[in-house]
């Protein structure tokens, strides 16, 4: 019954967008002469009634299930997905031949607000930190993927329709199945069950295929829209297989993630670096992921782009220098320990409390996240709606030391934004096993010391003469132990005579007393050869994106229809519009000469003479989020010379000098200044009734 209501909501919401691209297009063609003032009136009218019948719809819908909120939520993001779309933000790509599930062309105000963002992205966290930007190739031969764990490991469970064999994942099945059952209002489940699914849904993402299964089951979860039979979970690989070059011989995969890239040009950074640690790589760029149901528009998508960061750092010391000035911040946490609790909510902590209790592993993993929580105020999300949430532990791969998500508040629920993870030495390790190429650091100590070190001096003529053409990398593993493994080593020898030792592809030797000495020798150490450890942000830009859009967006105070962008200007695609109040040449001079000072002032415009009111026009520019908007009138042509300056969410005025708009619009999008203290030095201008 709620299945098929919600379809015939998301009909009539269709009906709805749809005549109103009809009731546009017809007043554009009516102003040309094209199309009768009726005929726009009929449209008007029919639009209104198709509004009607969507708003009954909702109602309905709220009585069977009682989701109030929920119903406002899709609401909401009707409403916003109508601007996005219609402002051309971004769109499905391939339209004219159908589109293609989880794949998005940027439009002209995405494509700068992408571009702002990533800018903003680079300043705040590349310029910052000096980090070393690189760019890899996204086409990757599988060796590399084969070291990270990629190819046998990087899968989600799925499941099928038993009947039409639809594919779903699995744990959104689960999860969504779970969050109905505690909402449904009409047939409320007991305290006792409420408390065993929500703890069920806290550690959805632990479960293993057998685990995933019972749940399911347990649940009895069917395939959504049919209702039928579900298959048991099993693992699918996201990556998307190529193959290199003419022959077809040479295996490859578009990158799942950028992060290999860095990982793989470890030595000739750290060589660029001068051979110093700690440092960090940046790269932004596009990743590819075959997901298996791409929803929720620029959110879970096939092609999108990532921004990562890997702050390369000595595993014995993860203190970082600049944690001082992010200790003071108080996110929002949402730790392991408020995830299993009764209430399960994220709770403000001073960064600093938590490293010092021990809730965040470490001062550079906790410096990051103050930083990407500033990055995240920068550009408009709202910081009460975001949080760090605690991967739990059998969550975080076998190597994580401590992992947190970056979390922001939607209508589609608290979506991942960002990945900050504390990885060790894995990655590292990993790439040098299977490359054979040295990736450690040399850390030189103030002073050399006297230690007590362990040598293992393997016997190459023993070796040879045992294993022939295996020496080599027999001697190679024995000269790899590190100190407690060549000390357990000895110790066999010792009791048994032999020991067995795994070479780097797997195969296992029997290596006897007289083939190797192993020694404890006290010597003047200057320093110490280490894997080091590596701190991960990964962002998602598309992500981020439509988080803020979700933030930013608002209707102005009793005109439902009025929507606002409400966009800080250092991510809104275009800064300023120029109006010049009615079509007379002098205006327009003016406003033309305004437009080239922006324009030089690196301030992306629009100069608008559609000869429409000042209103018509602020709701055009409103849309698309633009922050400032100059109005030349009269006084700037005759009087004094100023000209109007407009900010959009208090819609405010104040008479500028015309020379010095440009600058003040700068400094405003560069947060120089505020709108408070540019009201304060100029004086005010009253909107005229025809303005807003
Ligand atoms: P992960 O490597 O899975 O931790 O992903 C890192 C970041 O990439 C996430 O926090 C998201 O912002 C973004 N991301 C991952 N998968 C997708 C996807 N399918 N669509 C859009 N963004 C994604």
Redesign the pocket.
């Known amino acids: 019954m709620t299945t098929e209501l919600e379809q015939q909501i998301a009909a009539a919401q269709e009906a709805v967008t749809k005549q109103g691209d009809t009731v546009r297009s017809l007043k554009a063609s009516a102003k040309e002469g094209k199309a009768e003032k009726s005929e726009v009136d009929a449209a008007i009218q029919k639009l209104a009634e198709l509004k009607l019948a969507l708003e009954s719809k909702q109602k309905e819908f709220e009585k069977v299930t009682g989701k109030v909120s929920s119903q406002s939520k899709e609401a909401l993001r009707a409403a916003l997905a109508g601007v996005l779309e219609r402002r051309m933000f971004y769109i499905p790509s391939f339209k004219i031949y159908g589109s293609v599930a989880?794949f998005y062309d940027y439009g002209p105000p995405g494509c700068a607000i992408k571009q702002n963002m990533t800018q903003v992205w680079r300043n705040h966290f590349v310029l910052e930190e000096n980090m070393l930007e690189v760019e890899c190739p996204a086409v990757t031969p599988e060796v590399v993927l084969k070291a990270s764990g990629h190819v046998d490991r990087f899968t989600d469970f799925m499941v099928t329709d038993a009947v039409t064999g639809e594919c779903f994942r699995a744990d959104h099945l689960l999860e969504g199945h779970l969050e109905a059952l505690l909402e449904d209002k009409k047939n409320p489940v007991s305290p006792e069950k409420a408390k065993e699914i929500r703890d069920l849904l806290a550690g959805v993402g632990e479960l293993k295929a057998d685990t995933m299964g019972a749940a399911l089951q347990a649940y009895d979860v069917r395939a959504p829209g049919t209702g039928n039979a579900i298959s048991a979970p099993f693992a699918f690989n996201l990556m998307f297989k190529t193959s290199i070059g003419p022959k077809g011989d040479m295996v490859g995969y578009l990158r799942?993630?950028t992060a290999q890239g860095i990982f793989v040009n470890f030595r000739d950074l750290l060589y660029y670096n001068g051979g110093k640690l700690p440092f960090a790589a940046a790269q932004i760029g596009n990743?590819y992921?075959n997901?298996i149901s791409?929803r929720a528009g620029?959110?879970?998508?096939?092609e999108?782009t990532?921004a990562?960061i890997e702050h390369f750092v000595n595993g014995d010391d993860k203190r970082h220098p600049k944690f001082p000035l992010v200790a003071d911040l108080r996110p929002l946490l949402y730790s392991r320990e408020l995830q299993m609790g009764e209430e399960k909510k994220a709770a403000p902590m001073s960064l600093g409390e938590a490293v010092s209790r021990g809730i965040i592993a470490n001062e550079t993993l906790a410096y990051f996240i103050g930083r990407t929580w500033l990055f995240f105020c920068k550009i408009g999300v709202n910081p009460a709606r975001m949080r760090f949430r605690q991967h739990l532990q059998h969550e975080m791969a076998h190597y994580a030391t401590d992992c947190w998500?970056?979390e922001v508040e939607t209508t589609y629920g608290w979506v991942?934004?960002?990945?900050l993870?504390d990885r060790s030495a894995y990655d590292l390790k990993a790439h040098s096993g299977m490359s054979k190429i040295d990736l450690t650091a040399f850390e030189k100590f103030p002073e050399p010391r006297m230690e007590e070190v362990v040598k293992v001096v393997p016997n190459n003529k023993e070796l040879g003469a045992a294993f022939k053409k295996d020496q080599k990398a027999v001697k190679e593993a024995l000269e790899a132990l590190d100190s407690n493994a060549a000390l357990d080593v000895k110790a066999k020898l010792e009791s048994a005579g032999v020991a067995t030792i795994a070479t780097c592809d797997g195969q296992q030797f029997e290596v006897k007393a007289s083939m190797v000495e192993i020694k404890k020798v006290t010597e003047k150490v200057t320093g110490k050869t280490y894997t080091p450890s590596v701190i991960e942000p990964?962002?998602?830009?598309?992500?981020?994106m439509y988080c803020m859009f979700e933030h930013c967006y608002y209707t102005r105070e009793g005109d439902e229809t009025r929507a606002v962008m409400g966009f800080k200007p250092v991510v809104a695609p275009t800064k300023a519009t120029v109006f010049p109040l009615v079509q007379k040449p002098a205006l327009n001079d003016l406003a033309a000469r305004l437009s080239r000072e922006l324009t030089a002032a690196g301030l992306s415009n629009l100069i608008d003479t559609t000869g429409n009111t000042i209103g018509k026009r602020y709701a055009r520019t409103d849309e698309i989020g633009v922050p400032f908007a100059v109005t030349v009138d009269f006084q700037s042509v005759e009087g004094d010379g100023s000209v109007t300056l407009r900010e959009r969410d208090s819609m405010t005025q104040v008479r500028v000098p015309a020379g010095e708009v440009a600058g003040v619009i700068r400094d405003l999008v560069d947060d120089r200044t505020t709108w408070e203290a540019v009201s304060g030095k100029y004086p005010a201008q009253k909107a005229s009734a025809d303005d807003e």
């Open positions: 989880g799942p993630e990743s992921r997901e791409p620029l959110l879970r998508v096939r999108f990532q990562e998500d970056g991942e934004c960002v990945g993870a990964s962002f998602g830009i598309g992500r981020i």
